[in-house]
T-cell receptor
């Protein structure tokens, strides 16, 4: 298996623009997590899905952030409109059991 | 979710054994103890998990005393490539809370 696939790996955009991050989970994994990592705040859980259904989105910072999982093989995290403080590395992780997650390589987002 | 406390940073030299201790005083009966490793510019990677006593795999050993209020990750004979951040997590809930981790620096 190729592991968790995230795209793009790097994204540079201007404030106010819409940003869409993508994740393809490992086949058979029914949990999918979106994290954000910054130097100041460390690794934060934003939202997670189980069997394509959002279970906990309490970590989503505000309404500008939204996440979807239309099927078992694809998820998106969207930021609209983006702001400079959204600059971070965004990780997707998937698993069959919550405490042993497999992380993707991350998307480094820079909002100018 | 049980809170964990671990040292912010540790230094070591190649070939030495490194032990990183994590405190989790309010661990629950159903909680497992899990350690992750994160290299720069990469996502965290699962290293080892245990419930009690000792667990060993090809990468590390995990020692858990009988009261389970702490755990120690042991890395035998570290190399420069073991330089990373190591996270200790405790829980059986639906989500993991990553703390600040321990930044291990291995010197030649």
């Amino acid at each position: 298996d190729a592991g968790v696939i995230q795209s793009p790996r790097h994204e540079v955009t201007e404030m106010g623009q819409e940003v869409t991050l993508r994740c393809k989970p490992i086949s058979g994994h029914d949990y999918l997590f979106w994290y954000r990592q910054t130097m100041m705040r460390g690794l934060e859980l934003l939202i997670y899905f189980n069997n394509n259904v959002p279970i906990d989105d309490s970590g989503m910072p505000e309404d500008r952030f939204s996440a979807k999982m239309p099927n078992a093989s694809f998820s998106t995290l969207k930021i609209q409109p983006s702001e400079p403080r959204d600059s971070a590395v965004y990780f997707c992780a998937t698993t069959m059991r919550v405490d042993t997650q497999y992380f993707g390589p991350g998307t480094r987002l820079t909002v100018l | 979710l049980a809170k964990t406390t671990q040292p912010i940073s540790m230094d070591s030299y190649e070939g030495q054994e490194v032990n990183i201790t994590c405190s989790h005083n309010n661990i629950a009966t159903n909680d497992y103890i899990t350690w992750y490793q994160q290299f720069p510019s990469q996502g965290p990677r699962f290293i080892i998990q245990g419930y009690k006593t000792k667990v060993t795999n090809e990468v590390a050993s995990l020692f858990i005393p009988a009261d389970r209020k702490s755990s120690t990750l042991s890395l035998p004979r570290v190399s420069l490539s073991d330089t990373a951040v190591y996270y200790c997590l405790v829980g059986d809930a639906d989500k993991l809370i990553f703390g600040t981790g321990t930044r291990l620096q291995v010197f030649p």
